[in-house]
């Protein structure tokens, strides 16, 4: 009964040969409202990982400040890139810490260190490695599609081209879901944004 207004939303993860993409689309409804039609739910993290949520968009931004100014400091330490295992594993454990007052917003996590990366977290910080992903009100209709056309070694046109396939397909039937998709892809170059309006 207390997540019968749990904001609605579609975000999906795809890996390919040489990144990940991550795409989402831009309504933010709560119950049969629809309170807003432009909100980014695709955030970079660093230079070689992002992140995408479905939920409530405030806690996932207060989550990506925090991770990030942890991975700021983490890379001065080290000197280094963080990881993305060690970015997803960051916000897994900040996520279960909150488990009694929990951040409602489910989150996938993609970047590209050695090679492309997917890991999906649920509210209480269940870490899920995966090639693919998809959370949210329409992620049933998103997997659908990535389940019969997903491929390992896919270019980043064709991996975009599906992401938008399987945001499409939840728009259609999820009426959470809807007014555009905005895309992040990341690479061993660093990250790329796009946003699609329909």
Same mark, same amino acid.
């Given at each position: 009964m207390a997540f019968q207004f749990m904001p609605g939303a579609t975000a999906v993860g795809i890996s390919y040969s040489n990144g990940v993409v991550l795409a989402a !689309?831009?309504?933010i409804s709560f119950g049969n409202f629809v309170v $807003? /039609? $432009?909100?980014?739910k695709t955030f970079p993290v660093t230079e070689k990982v992002g992140a995408a949520c479905a939920g409530m968009v405030a806690d996932m931004q207060v989550l990506v400040r925090q991770v990030g100014a942890l991975a700021k400091i983490?890379?001065?330490e080290t000197r280094r890139n963080v990881a993305p295992n060690s970015i997803a594993k960051m916000m897994s454990v900040?996520?279960? !810490?909150r488990r009694y007052f929990p951040l409602l917003t489910q989150v996938i996590v993609g970047g590209f260190e050695v090679k492309p990366e997917i890991y999906t977290l649920d509210p209480l910080g269940s870490l899920l490695p995966d090639d693919y992903a #998809?959370?949210?009100t329409g992620a049933e209709m998103a997997l659908g599609i990535m389940d019969s056309e997903f491929k390992s070694n896919m270019s980043e046109e064709k991996a975009k081209d599906l992401a938008i /396939? #399987?945001? /499409? @397909? @939840?728009?259609?039937r999820d009426a959470s879901s809807?007014?555009?998709i905005d895309l992040l892809a990341i690479t061993m170059a660093g990250t790329s944004e796009e946003s699609l309006k329909f």
């Open positions: !689309e831009k309504r $807003n /039609k $432009n909100t980014k983490r890379k001065l900040i996520m279960f !810490e #998809a959370v949210g /396939k #399987a945001i /499409k @397909s @939840s728009i259609q809807g007014d555009g």
